[in-house]
């Protein structure tokens, strides 16, 4: 089940962030650290309503963000769609114990049903240049890669900026 976080779910979605940190870092990839994202940033999303997170019999499987705002760094980007009816995606992660499982089709099929339902001309997000898999990952669902931004107190390297037009 998909359903909007909580405050209550605060600190579980925390340690998961935690958890999807380490992991990805034991594989090379540091695209999450201990300033991203930060529990401050977590309590927003879900204060704003735009975090939604996948759960079966009460386990946290993965989390999601949704929000309408582009951040600064995107407005350089030479984006497929006019900018003002944008749904971006944001910190998606799943429990590193199920990955491969398919927790996280399962939640960017959710995004782009929701974004087909809130009549959104398009979902943006942006991946870590470092994360290949990620990459693929949004390869293969037909998102197309446009540009670079730069996160300093994330990585030096950059992110890739990634568009799926929806019909």
């Known amino acids: 089940m998909i359903r909007k ?6 600190a579980s979605i925390k340690s998961l962030t935690e958890a999807c940190a380490v992991k990805m ?4 990839i540091f695209q999450w650290n201990e300033h991203y994202p930060s529990m401050e940033k977590l309590q927003q999303d879900i204060n704003k309503q735009e975090l939604f997170l996948l759960e079966e019999r009460e386990q946290l499987l993965g989390i999601i963000v949704l929000t ?13 769609t006019e900018s003002g009816n944008n749904l971006y995606v944001h910190r998606l992660a799943t429990e590193p114990s199920t990955w491969g499982s398919g927790n996280g089709q399962r939640l960017m099929d959710f995004a782009e049903d929701y974004a087909r339902e809130q009549n959104y ?4 997000l942006d991946t870590f240049s470092q ?6 990952f949004y390869a293969r669902r037909d998102y197309q890669r446009l540009g670079n931004v730069y ?3 994330q990585s030096r390297h950059p992110f890739y900026c990634y568009e799926l037009v929806l019909e």
């Open 151 to 153: 996160f300093p107190k």
């Open 131 to 136: 994360n290949k898999r990620n990459q693929q």
């Open 25 to 28: 870092q034991e594989k090379g």
């Open 5 to 10: 976080a909580e405050l209550k779910d605060l």
């Open 68 to 80: 309408p705002q582009m951040d600064e760094e995107y407005i350089p980007i030479d984006w497929l």
């Open 121 to 124: 001309d398009s979902l943006r």
